[in-house]
């Protein structure tokens, strides 16, 4: 990993910048995968499954006899910890259910707000050097508390043409509608358009590569919503002299491993700690079965000293990290001036794969800076805010005139037309 020593202000973009594609590099594909399958449907599909994913399938529908299948595969453990994350994420996103707003704004104009679940939604599931079946948990769990009618589930197959049994599980526990063997860009254009089998959708939901966050904010020029831009994985830590440096490594590795475009910083006031956190990397990755990937993202990683935490905590705040560890003695001064990161965990016993599989918090996170605007997927993502209002004759007399007056100054007498007939009757 790179160690850079106090670097001067003007120089963090440069020292910041992800290391990713731009969109103007690959949208060229999406684009035309995009315009095969709105064309051809699951014909297109089925052609580009064959291309980026090397197999050939009968049909990329998943059957129940598949996932009655898959179910017998699996532990009996693996089935108690899946159930057992899947009960922190669901006791996690209930508890941010909210009641209906309602007030009286004027004696007689009573006005509320109620939120009410997208019908259609598509998650997608990562499923390439690693098939993250907790992402179904993270993206089904909140949408089926939500009441989302249907659930519609897109994840690549493996060379055999198969689905992980963990992610037919864990879809078969989180009332998954519809699943499908489609990953990357054409499963986004699915979505978007629909095709013969698959339903087209109202969001869409889920991580992936660079190519498939591309895709999904290609969607959007289609009419259909997304959740985030969810890209390459990417974690911060901050650090001083009390940090346990295995520990620090062991997060930056859990996150270098996701894949080779993954990136993960360090931020640290002390010298001594970032050589040891270097030696330490250096040692954990040496046995990591996932080596040759998490070597790569490692190139792309750095150990940034700054001089105090101030200095530190205005970088933090300019990078806007996915994830960000806090590992300080005084972690008060982060935790409360933190102002951009998607999911923050705090002190030497909160590893980032806590949130990633099992505290109850969710994974779906803004990267490469989002979440300086964009928070991560929550229960309210799969709802809808309605507002109603109803006046009474009362209401709409004292209101009646003000509405009058303000349409008359923006130009719009029908405007006040639509009142004015109205108090006219109530003379």
């Not at 707000?113 to 390439?128: A, D, H, L, N, T």
């Not at 002390?270 to 993202?297: F, G, H, T, Y």
């Amino acid at each position: 990993m790179k160690i850079i020593h106090n670097p001067k202000r003007e120089s963090w973009p440069k020292i910041l910048k992800r290391p990713t594609q731009t969109v103007g590099d690959i949208e060229g594909i999406v684009n035309q995968v995009f315009e095969a399958i709105k064309k051809e449907g699951d014909k297109a599909i089925g052609k580009y499954t064959q291309k980026f994913d090397g197999v050939n399938l009968k049909t990329n529908i998943v059957e129940l006899t598949d996932i009655e299948e898959a179910t017998g595969k699996l532990s009996v453990a693996l089935k108690n910890a899946i159930k057992n994350a899947k009960q922190n994420i669901e006791a996690f996103h209930a508890a941010q259910k909210t009641t209906k707003v309602e007030i009286e704004t004027t004696k007689g104009v009573l006005c509320w707000q109620e939120k009410r679940p997208i019908e259609k939604v598509g998650v997608y599931i990562p499923g390439g050097t690693a098939p993250l079946f907790s992402t179904v948990l993270m993206l089904c769990v909140p949408a089926q508390i939500a009441g989302c009618k249907e659930i519609v589930l897109c994840s690549p197959p493996n060379k055999k043409g198969e689905l992980a049994p963990e992610i037919l599980y864990a879809a078969k526990l989180c009332g998954v509608t519809k699943i499908f063997k489609t990953g990357g860009i054409q499963a986004i254009a699915g979505l978007t358009f629909g095709t013969e089998t698959m339903p087209q959708v109202y969001k869409i939901f889920g991580p992936g590569n660079q190519y498939v966050t591309v895709a999904k904010q290609l969607a959007t020029k289609f009419g259909v919503a997304i959740d985030m831009p969810a890209g390459p994985s990417e974690l911060l830590v901050v650090a001083d002299y009390t940090a346990n440096a295995s520990y620090i490594a062991s997060d930056l590795l859990s996150q270098a491993e996701h894949g080779t475009d993954s990136q993960v910083l360090l931020v640290s006031t002390s010298n001594q700690l970032i050589n040891e956190v270097s030696e330490e990397v250096e040692k954990q990755l040496s046995v990591l079965p996932r080596k040759a990937i998490a070597e790569k993202s490692i190139a792309n990683s750095k150990l940034i000293y700054v001089e105090n935490d101030e200095i530190a905590l205005d970088l933090i705040n300019e990078y806007g990290p996915e994830h960000f560890i806090v590992c300080t003695k005084n972690e008060d001064f982060y935790v409360n001036g933190i102002l951009n990161a998607g999911s923050i965990f705090i002190g030497d016993y909160t590893p980032e794969s806590a949130g990633d599989y099992a505290s109850g918090t969710n994974h779906t996170l803004p990267t490469n800076g989002a979440c300086k605007a964009y928070s991560g997927v929550n229960l309210d993502s799969f709802l809808k805010s309605m507002t109603f209002q109803k006046l009474s004759k009362e209401g709409l007399k004292n209101i009646g005139e003000t509405i009058e007056l303000m349409a008359e100054a923006e130009g719009l007498q029908a405007h006040k037309n639509a009142v004015s007939l109205r108090l006219k009757d109530l003379k």
